[in-house]
C-alpha cells in the first residue's frame, strides 16, 4: 500500500524554536507538498517541490522554509516558531502530470506552538 | 487564476438518506481534472472521486457520484445511503494547467445522524 509518513501526529513547540516537520513517501513521486490547514479557510499551500533540490513557494511561505534532499523525503522548517503558526499541517505528493492525478496525502501533523 | 468555492461549510444528513455538496470553480483551462477528498475526523485525506472535464460521462464510486457541468463550472457530490461512516469533512479540488498543484475549497463538514 502507498504511503505518505509524516514523522510527527502531534507536537508542541515553544515559541522561537527551531522546528521541523519530516514527510516521506515511498511512492516514487516526483511532486510534494506542504500545506497548512486552518478552520475555515481550507488548505493553504506554502511550499512544494516539484524535483530533488527544487522548490518554490506557495501562497503562504512566511516564516518557513523546506528542504528536499533526496526524492523520497520533504521537511517544512519554522525557522523560529510562533503562536499564529498553531496549526494542522499536512504533507502530500503526486506523480508529475500537471495536476491530473490528484495528491496521496499525509495522516497530518496538528502542531501547537506555545 | 483558478479558485474553488464550497458554500456550504456544514451540512447534516440523516443515515440513509442522500446528500449533495456543492462546489463551483473558475478557470480559462479547458483540460483540467476535479477532486472530492474525504477527510474523517482525525483521520487521513483519501480521494473520493476524480472526474476529468473532457469527459461528458459523470463520474461514480459505489454510492458516490458526481453531478459534473462544465459549461456552469459545477461539480457537485452526491452521496446515497449516507452512513455513520461518512461523516467527514470533504474538499473539491482542481486541477490543471501549467502547474502540479491542486486548488483546495475550503470543505464542508458532512455530518451523519443516526
Known amino acids: 500500500d502507498v504511503k505518505v509518513t509524516q514523522s510527527s501526529r502531534y507536537l508542541v513547540k515553544r515559541t522561537g524554536e527551531k522546528v521541523f516537520l519530516e514527510c516521506v513517501q515511498d511512492?516514487?513521486?516526483?511532486?510534494m507538498f506542504w500545506y497548512r490547514q486552518d478552520p475555515g479557510l481550507g488548505l493553504r499551500l506554502i511550499y512544494f517541490?516539484?524535483?530533488?533540490?527544487?522548490?518554490e513557494k506557495g501562497d503562504i511561505p512566511e516564516g518557513y522554509s523546506v528542504s528536499r534532499e533526496k526524492k523520497e523525503r520533504f521537511s517544512l522548517i519554522l525557522e523560529s516558531a510562533s503562536t499564529n503558526q498553531t496549526s494542522m499541517y499536512l504533507c502530500?505528493?503526486?506523480?508529475?502530470?500537471?495536476?491530473?492525478?490528484?495528491?496521496?496525502f499525509g495522516s497530518g501533523t496538528r502542531l501547537t506552538v506555545v | 487564476a483558478q479558485t474553488v468555492t464550497q458554500s456550504q461549510p456544514e451540512m447534516s444528513v440523516q443515515e440513509a438518506e442522500t446528500v449533495t455538496l456543492s462546489c463551483t470553480y473558475d478557470?480559462?483551462?479547458?483540460?483540467?481534472?476535479l477532486f472530492w477528498y474525504k477527510q474523517p475526523p482525525s483521520r487521513q485525506m483519501i480521494l473520493v472521486i476524480r472526474?476529468?472535464?473532457?469527459?461528458?460521462q459523470n463520474a461514480t464510486e459505489n454510492r458516490f457520484s458526481v453531478n459534473f457541468q462544465k459549461a456552469a463550472k459545477s461539480f457537485s457530490l452526491k452521496i446515497s445511503d449516507s452512513q455513520l461512516g461518512d461523516t467527514a469533512m470533504y474538499f473539491c479540488?482542481?486541477?490543471?494547467?501549467?502547474?502540479?498543484?491542486?486548488?483546495f475549497g475550503t470543505g464542508t463538514l458532512l455530518a451523519v445522524q443516526p
Open positions: 511512492m516514487d513521486h516526483e511532486n
Open positions: 502530500a505528493s503526486s506523480l508529475a502530470g500537471q495536476g491530473s492525478y490528484g495528491y496521496t
Open positions: 478557470t480559462s483551462e479547458n483540460n483540467y481534472y
Open positions: 517541490s516539484y524535483d530533488v533540490k527544487m522548490k
Open positions: 479540488a482542481f486541477g490543471g494547467g501549467a502547474t502540479n498543484k491542486l486548488i
Open positions: 472526474q476529468e472535464a473532457y469527459k461528458q
